[in-house]
């Protein structure tokens, strides 16, 4: 690119954020003071440079990825259940634990399967914390002893695994018997298209570590954002701003932010074009004002981080093809799902860190 061309999209690009601010997208009322999501840094750790506490040691996620996928190929081998789906369902609990801080308390071990007291000792067991095989089966409860040692600890992997699977066993290891078994154990028509988006990834790319973000535009790319989440929308009643607008020229390169699903594609009155992923941290990213997509995507797609979805445009705000209301930008924007209900949180803490680790990669 030469001078003069670099110049003139700095200019286009600060002409844009300065006329962004006082155009429909948002009002003149300040940005809302507002917390960051308080469960990020549970997703910042699960990458392959971190670290993480198993028990009583802190172990590199990349040690951890292998064990964990030992125990489940293991569980796997005994269950005839595919890791894929174990795996898959480990994922779903964890992110359900780290969404409900307050109702569900981490694992130690490296296996995120949750049960409460009473699930796992049984409803009228006078003692909660009951490892005992015989008077966890007397009282309804549903821990098992997967390790052989004679007693059902919540604490113990293989014991974890071995309860959700014989709960799965009840009705058979097909992948439509494993969808019954998953519909009838989670009651929840959410937690299975999770779980199943789940060991769609695993399936294709066949490891756990699929943690790695990138920004949303390319690193060459002449862009400017700011926090602008929670401030007052002025175009289609009163709302707030859930996420972070990325001003760049009229058809820059949109990317995946992550590993995930396509799970929305087409259009939205608000957002225009827009696209939507699931990660395996159980997040929707969402993508809106996109000029267009690429056309090899569709909706059930398998996606992965800096992979190009679409181009920067300024779809939306009226009926399908409206165009030009507002300078061209990206609204991204982050949602969390507790396996009942979803709301959005601040992208912009993640998008500055998914920066930065796009500048440390290409060093």
């Given at each position: ?246 001003f760049a020229g009229h058809g820059s390169p949109v ?48 996606v992965q981080p800096g992979q190009v979805l679409g ?53």
């Amino acid at each position: 690119m030469n001078i003069a061309r670099w110049l003139k999209l700095c200019i286009v690009a600060s002409i844009s954020l300065v006329l962004a601010i006082q155009s429909p997208i948002y009002t003149a009322s300040a940005t809302r003071e507002v917390a960051d999501d308080p469960v990020q840094s549970a997703e910042s750790a699960e990458s392959a440079e971190s670290t993480e506490s198993v028990g009583a040691e802190v172990k590199p996620m990349a040690a951890i990825y292998a064990e964990r996928r030992a125990l489940l190929e293991q569980a796997s081998q005994a269950t005839g259940i595919p890791w894929t789906t174990l795996a898959a369902i480990d994922q779903y609990e964890r992110s359900i634990t780290v969404a409900n801080p307050k109702k569900r308390t981490p694992s130690k071990g490296l296996i995120g399967i949750y049960y409460s007291d009473q699930e796992w000792a049984g409803m009228l067991n006078p003692n909660p914390q009951d490892t005992d095989i015989r008077s966890i089966a007397i009282f309804g409860g549903k821990g098992r002893d997967g390790s052989g040692d004679g007693v059902a600890d919540r604490g113990n992997d293989l014991d974890l695994l071995s309860t959700m699977a014989s709960r799965l066993l009840g009705v058979g290891t097909s992948p439509d018997k494993l969808r019954k078994a998953l519909s009838s154990y989670y009651r929840n028509a959410r937690a299975v298209e999770r779980i199943e988006q789940f060991i769609k990834l695993y399936e294709n790319f066949d490891r756990l570590d699929l943690h790695e973000h990138a920004f949303p535009l390319p690193r060459r790319s002449i862009y400017s954002y700011r926090s602008t989440w929670g401030a007052n929308r002025s175009w289609g009643g009163a709302r707030m701003h859930e996420g972070t607008d990325l001003f760049a020229g009229h058809g820059s390169p949109v990317r995946s932010t992550c590993y995930g699903i396509v799970e929305v594609k087409g259009w939205n009155n608000y957002g225009g074009w827009r696209i939507g992923l699931r990660d395996l941290n159980n997040v929707y990213h969402y993508y809106a004002h996109l000029s267009g997509y690429d056309k090899s995507i569709k909706q059930g797609d398998i996606v992965q981080p800096g992979q190009v979805l679409g181009w920067v445009g300024s779809s939306g705000y009226g009926k399908p093809g409206t165009q030009g209301k507002f300078p061209p930008h990206l609204h991204f924007g982050l949602y969390r799902d507790n396996g009942k209900t979803e709301w959005s949180f601040d992208p912009y803490p993640s998008l500055r860190r998914w920066e930065q680790e796009d500048r440390q990669r290409s060093k």
